[in-house]
């Protein structure tokens, strides 16, 4: 069952370790089993992606099995709905006109003594998308993390997702990578996924960027790499907290509770009121819609350990406890939020009011759904086509403009005990 706290020295403890889920001991075991797999990928490539796709995944595949067919593509567009098709070009729609508003642009400027300063933003060449596909399918997940590569021009973008059963890759999934602009698409998941694309195989490109959620397995493996490539954030397990006062439907915040905690066994989903009838209305309603759940075992466990429901006495401290958590997801089911938003520092994706359910931003809404997790909103953003772009600085000095800067170049460089920076610029000024 959901717990109800009112004791508020409690509550920070329990945030403190709901927070903390993705650093205990299980987890730091995990992690050398993660190292373990990413040398292995790197050192033998192929072999060793298959090798553990058969340990982990339990699937036996060959090295030319490993890229899904232009003749798997084609085939998906039959086995989808027309109407699932409508609306995944419904969705595509609305995150590609969301996006294309944050596309950085290149610039430059011209100052005195002919001196021009600017910044010059470039696509990466290659991106890797991983999927994850084992709980469920996420054609959503797709269109998140390919749209945004696409509108920032990388050219060539890469697809991993696994598979269960029959080396079959989902068809909404397909779908959904194909009308996203994805052609290239391997049909393997977990570490291994994330040690290919970061080194490179025999058969599946070495990426510049890797984005796209995963387990645990896959998180620790987009950490591990970093730096050999760069990533979104360390995203997952999902969480969402909702402050809510009076006003709030308890049917309508349990079922927001329940569609965080359905995801993983380590998802989070908090509740923080002001009043104490809705708290103990939103548990008996947890309860129910909970009772007939085709996710039941896993969402119980994830509202069994990482479930809360907090009684505070003002939004403002609900606010201040909110920012202290840095929730992935934020939903403000209160009569003013406008009036709250004001008061939250720290939150990847904000949800305003009864009617703005997360799941319409994990869809369609267009803003990304891919969000920094376990409190890392205090200093990191959700994916956009920022993530896929990188900046170089333009500079140009005019012979004008380096005299009149010389003497306090020639001072820093010799104070730093730099002569050669000094000299580099005392050869071009003496010359003259």
């Not at 079959?168 to 999934?173: K, L, Q, S």
């Not at 927001?256 to 995801?263: I, N, R, S, V």
Request: hydrophobic share 45%; aromatic share 6%; with cysteine.
């Amino acid at each position: 069952m959901l717990r109800i706290i009112t004791e508020q020295a409690d509550v920070r403890a329990e945030l403190q370790r709901i927070c903390g889920r993705t650093q205990d001991e299980q987890v730091i075991h995990k992690e050398a089993t993660v190292r373990e797999v990413l040398q292995a990928v790197k050192r033998q490539g192929d072999k060793a992606v298959l090798h553990y796709t058969a340990e982990f995944d339990q699937q036996t595949l060959k090295p030319e099995e490993l890229k899904v067919t232009g003749s798997e593509l084609d085939a998906a567009y039959q086995q989808v709905s027309k109407d699932l098709l409508r609306s995944i070009r419904l969705a595509c729609q609305k995150i590609e006109t969301f996006h294309r508003q944050r596309v950085p642009k290149s610039w430059v400027q011209f100052g005195d003594d002919e001196v021009v300063l600017g910044k010059r933003y470039t696509p990466v060449d290659c991106a890797g998308l991983y999927i994850p596909g084992g709980r469920a399918c996420y054609p959503s997940t797709v269109l998140m993390n390919a749209i945004p590569a696409k509108v920032a021009g990388v050219p060539r973008v890469v697809m991993v997702t696994p598979v269960r059963g029959g080396k079959i890759v989902n068809p909404a999934v397909l779908v959904a990578a194909q009308e996203a602009g994805v052609q290239e698409i391997y049909r393997i998941g977990g570490a291994q996924a994330i040690g290919a694309l970061a080194y490179g195989t025999e058969t599946i490109p070495k990426v510049n960027v890797i984005t796209g959620p995963g387990n645990i397995y896959v998180t620790l493996a987009k950490k591990l790499v970093y730096g050999t490539v760069g990533i979104d954030s360390l995203a997952g397990p999902s969480e969402v907290l909702i402050i809510a006062d009076e006003t709030a439907n308890p049917v309508y915040v349990a079922a927001d509770l329940l569609a965080q905690a359905e995801h993983d066994p380590m998802a989070a989903a908090i509740l923080l009121t002001t009043d104490a009838i809705l708290a103990k209305k939103v548990q008996i309603e947890v309860e129910r819609q909970l009772a007939d759940h085709p996710r039941r075992i896993d969402t119980e466990k994830a509202i069994a350990h990482y479930g809360l429901i907090v009684v505070v006495e003002t939004l403002f401290a609900a606010a201040e406890l909110s920012n202290e958590f840095a929730p992935e997801h934020l939903e403000l089911e209160v009569a003013e939020p406008w009036a709250l938003i004001n008061h939250i520092r720290h939150a990847g994706a904000i949800f305003l009011g009864s009617s703005t359910p997360e799941a319409v931003g994990d869809y369609l809404a267009g803003p990304n759904h891919t969000l920094p997790t376990s409190g890392a909103a205090r200093y990191a953003s959700a994916l956009g086509v920022e993530t896929f772009l990188k900046h170089s600085s333009i500079i140009q000095y005019s012979q004008t403009a380096l005299e009149k800067v010389a003497l306090a170049i020639d001072i820093l460089a010799t104070t730093e005990g730099l002569p050669s920076h000094a000299d580099s610029v005392k050869f071009r000024v003496d010359e003259r």
